[in-house]
């Protein structure tokens, strides 16, 4: 399942060449998973509740095109494999006038608990059910 994401780049976001800032795309996939994870009914906030958290371990960034000052942006983002232990987002991003590709991406995360520690994210069926739901 794919979830999509919209944005406006902003002039904050653009570097002295007019184009946006390489890092800035980083920026943009937590935007897409946060809003992934919002529409599963499962905010960042709520995950953190029940005692998970799922920081970045690792993260691939290809670019193919840069985006411009005011572009709209969209952030496709999909849950592409996950086991009790950690999960893989593949990311998307195009511009929405003409679906040019600008990025592909993916991170992978890991399910921990407060300290940092592995949890197996198959003990919280609240949020693995909607997971398995996705993937």
Same mark, same amino acid.
């Given at each position: 399942?794919?979830?999509q994401?919209?944005?406006?780049?902003r002039?904050?976001?653009?570097?002295?060449?007019?184009?946006?800032?390489?890092?800035?795309?980083?920026?943009w996939?937590?935007?897409?998973?946060?809003?992934?994870?919002?529409?599963?009914?499962?905010?960042?906030?709520?995950?953190?509740?029940?005692?998970?958290?799922?920081?970045?371990?690792?993260v691939?960034?290809?670019?193919?095109?840069?985006?411009?000052?005011?572009?709209?942006?969209?952030?496709?983002?999909?849950?592409?494999?996950?086991?009790?232990?950690?999960?893989? $987002?593949?990311?998307?991003?195009? $511009?929405?006038?003409?679906?040019?590709? $600008?990025?592909?991406?993916?991170?992978?995360?890991?399910?921990?608990?407060?300290?940092?520690?592995?949890?197996?994210?198959?003990?919280?069926?609240?949020?693995?059910?909607?997971? $398995?739901?996705?993937?």
């Amino acid at each position: 399942m794919k979830f999509q994401t919209e944005i406006r780049v902003r002039y904050a976001e653009t570097d002295a060449m007019g184009i946006v800032y390489h890092g800035n795309y980083f920026d943009w996939m937590e935007v897409g998973r946060s809003e992934m994870f919002r529409s599963l009914g499962l905010p960042y906030t709520q995950i953190e509740e029940e005692g998970i958290y799922i920081p970045v371990i690792e993260v691939h960034c290809k670019y193919f095109r840069p985006a411009r000052y005011d572009d709209e942006v969209i952030i496709e983002t999909q849950l592409e494999k996950f086991s009790a232990a950690s999960g893989t $987002l593949k990311y998307t991003m195009y $511009l929405k006038s003409d679906n040019t590709i $600008l990025v592909e991406a993916q991170t992978v995360h890991a399910f921990v608990n407060d300290k940092g520690r592995p949890v197996n994210i198959k003990k919280f069926p609240k949020v693995y059910n909607k997971l $398995l739901e996705i993937v």
